[in-house]
């Protein structure tokens, strides 16, 4: 557990950021520079423990703070078959977390997922379309969300994002550049249409949203625009120096897995112009931005 106190008093908003030792909990650390934030890691605080979720909420936060819970259970393919396990994380104790911050008068952010949706649609999901989950990570996260709305109905927001990568840890934009400095060619699939999210762009849509008075409910974190896996592939290749050439492109068939990927995975970012907030900016720019800031090497 990691605490960094700034300033006295009850004016000063305290926050507690759970799963703290993730790629987007990293970023949250930086995000939250120079504010009293509490952060905790897997190893400093199991979510599914009432008893614990309750201690730590009740000690950390009053009225007018804030938690933001980014643990989660993310092995997609692994929930096919852990899917109590991911359960227990993603849905139960993504509730714990809301009811005890309810009880403290504290607001709660929830990070979700793209995959509360089925992908079958061709235009945006607006945050308010109905979920529809095709694997046991979208479920567990589906309910999730509905527990957390439940539990803290006007203090919690969630924060739907996808196509994560960022400084810290392993995704896919390191593991393409790992692959260009080992391949001649890398096949990458046209057929999955989503937005690539850089994780720093999205902690500090986080502190917009709670630094605003936006209203309680659901906004979609995502980076603009839109882009299948081979137009990601091809721009970390052309950014980090590479020949996107070698990009190949091949469909979903050629990469069957345990859980099944939305095809189109674009979110809609309308709650955010009705809380007078930007959306993030184009997705594009955003990658661009990771390699000026060299937050991307290989994994």
């Given at each position: 557990?990691?605490?960094?106190?700034?300033?006295?008093?009850?004016?000063?908003?305290?926050?507690?950021?759970?799963?703290?030792?993730?790629?987007?909990?990293?970023?949250?650390?930086?995000?939250?520079?120079?504010?009293?934030?509490?952060?905790?890691?897997?190893?400093?605080?199991?979510?599914?423990?009432?008893a614990?979720?309750?201690?730590l909420?009740?000690?950390?936060?009053?009225?007018?703070d804030?938690?933001?819970n980014a643990?989660?259970?993310?092995a997609?393919?692994?929930?096919?078959?852990?899917?109590?396990?991911?359960?227990?994380?993603?849905?139960?104790?993504?509730?714990l977390?809301?009811?005890?911050?309810?009880?403290?008068?504290?607001?709660?952010?929830?990070i979700s997922?793209?995959?509360?949706?089925?992908?079958?649609?061709?235009?945006?999901?607006?945050?308010?379309?109905?979920?529809?989950p095709?694997?046991a990570?979208?479920?567990?996260?589906?309910?999730?969300?509905e527990?957390?709305?439940?539990?803290?109905?006007?203090?919690?927001?969630?924060?739907?994002?996808?196509?994560?990568?960022?400084?810290?840890?392993?995704?896919?934009?390191?593991?393409?550049?790992?692959?260009?400095?080992?391949?001649?060619?890398?096949d990458?699939?046209?057929?999955?249409?989503?937005?690539?999210?850089?994780?720093?762009?999205?902690?500090?849509?986080?502190?917009?949203?709670?630094?605003?008075?936006?209203?309680?409910?659901?906004?979609?974190?995502?980076?603009g625009?839109?882009?299948?896996?081979?137009?990601?592939?091809?721009?970390?290749?052309?950014?980090?120096g590479?020949?996107?050439?070698?990009?190949?492109?091949?469909?979903?068939?050629?990469?069957?897995?345990?859980?099944?990927?939305?095809?189109?995975?674009?979110?809609?970012?309308?709650?955010w112009?009705?809380?007078?907030?930007?959306?993030?900016?184009?997705?594009?720019?955003?990658?661009?931005?990771?390699?000026?800031?060299?937050?991307?090497?290989?994994?």
């Amino acid at each position: 557990m990691v605490g960094a106190t700034q300033g006295q008093g009850s004016a000063v908003t305290r926050y507690l950021v759970t799963g703290a030792g993730g790629m987007l909990g990293t970023d949250l650390r930086a995000a939250l520079e120079g504010r009293d934030a509490t952060f905790v890691a897997r190893a400093d605080l199991d979510i599914t423990d009432p008893a614990a979720v309750d201690a730590l909420v009740a000690a950390q936060l009053a009225t007018g703070d804030v938690v933001i819970n980014a643990a989660a259970y993310t092995a997609v393919d692994d929930a096919e078959s852990h899917e109590d396990e991911a359960h227990a994380i993603n849905a139960v104790g993504a509730g714990l977390v809301a009811a005890a911050a309810a009880r403290s008068g504290a607001r709660v952010v929830q990070i979700s997922t793209d995959y509360v949706f089925d992908g079958t649609a061709t235009t945006p999901y607006a945050e308010g379309a109905p979920r529809h989950p095709m694997s046991a990570y979208g479920r567990t996260k589906a309910e999730g969300e509905e527990r957390v709305l439940a539990a803290n109905p006007d203090r919690a927001y969630v924060v739907r994002t996808a196509w994560l990568y960022g400084e810290h840890g392993p995704n896919f934009a390191k593991t393409m550049l790992r692959l260009a400095a080992e391949r001649p060619t890398v096949d990458v699939v046209t057929d999955q249409i989503g937005q690539p999210t850089w994780t720093r762009d999205l902690a500090e849509q986080i502190m917009r949203l709670l630094d605003s008075d936006a209203p309680a409910g659901i906004y979609h974190g995502t980076n603009g625009g839109t882009a299948s896996w081979f137009d990601f592939a091809r721009l970390i290749f052309e950014l980090g120096g590479y020949d996107p050439e070698s990009i190949r492109p091949t469909d979903s068939a050629s990469f069957v897995r345990p859980a099944p990927r939305p095809a189109y995975s674009v979110l809609g970012h309308d709650a955010w112009f009705g809380a007078g907030i930007d959306p993030l900016r184009d997705w594009r720019s955003a990658l661009r931005a990771a390699f000026a800031t060299k937050a991307l090497v290989p994994a």
